[in-house]
């Protein structure tokens, strides 16, 4: 069992919807990231909060807002989101910053799968 | 552009056969590591390589890590239906966060 959860695991909005996805570990680590993956393709990093603060956002359109409550938890809260969006949102975390000196290996989620109608 | 290329994208073959998946880059990476991701669920990490040239086996998997840390293999040998997957790499450059490869798809027909 993944010692990430992610809920929920699918969810169906509409464009005008505001849902959230959440995401949790209980590892003791110190930074969290949500990938967004297309079908048959790689993950594509889209945020990473390193000691619960924003460090990288990869240029994601504000539709998307990540929050970082605090250590355990990561949530990404969706707005106006368009059918293009669809896709499975994963959230990981890893020991400690990216370029922190540690070898950064991510634990994954199973992912909240995701459809804009 | 992708900074990390698999090859080959897609793999289909059947059970008992070997194969090798590339990942290749113009970039020196500090540590490479390779997931597996099953449908449905997210990657899983099988290895971290750090040390170029580095071999490490996982029971019928053989990483390897190229001695210029820029590039690295993975070798499976006699395939079950279990194997089948999306295999990453994922490179460290000790800057940002993981770079993942483009993926390869395999598929082991039984």
């Known amino acids: 069992d993944t010692e990430v959860t992610q809920t929920p695991k699918h969810l169906v909005m509409g464009m005008t919807n505001k849902k959230s996805l959440k995401c949790e570990q209980h590892m003791g680590h110190r930074a969290m990231y949500w990938y967004k993956q297309k079908a048959k393709k790689p993950p594509e990093l889209m945020f990473v909060y390193s000691y619960e603060k924003l460090s990288i956002n990869e240029s994601v359109p504000s539709r998307f807002s990540p929050e970082c409550p605090n250590s355990s938890l990561l949530n990404l809260h969706l707005h106006a989101l368009q059918p293009e969006d669809s896709a499975l949102y994963l959230c990981?975390?890893?020991?400690?910053?990216?370029?922190?000196?540690?070898?950064?290996?991510?634990?994954f989620g199973e992912g909240s799968r995701l459809t804009v109608l | 552009t992708q900074l990390l290329e698999q090859s080959p994208q897609f793999l289909s073959i059947q059970e008992g056969e070997n194969l090798t998946v590339y990942c290749n880059s113009s970039?020196?990476?500090?540590?490479l590591q390779w997931y597996r991701q099953e449908p449905g669920e997210g990657p899983v990490l099988l290895v971290t390589?750090?040390?170029?040239?580095e071999v490490k086996k996982l029971k019928r998997l053989t990483f390897q890590f190229g001695d210029a840390r820029k590039d690295s293999s993975l070798h499976i040998t006699a395939a079950q239906p279990g194997d089948t997957g999306l295999y990453l790499c994922?490179?460290?450059?000790?800057?940002?966060?993981?770079?993942f490869g483009s993926g390869t798809r395999l598929q082991v027909q039984p």
């Open positions: 970039s020196v990476f500090s540590s």
């Open positions: 990981a975390s890893s020991q400690d910053r990216p370029g922190g000196g540690n070898t950064g290996e991510l634990f």
């Open positions: 390589v750090v040390t170029g040239g």
């Open positions: 994922a490179g460290d450059t000790g800057r940002r966060a993981l770079t």
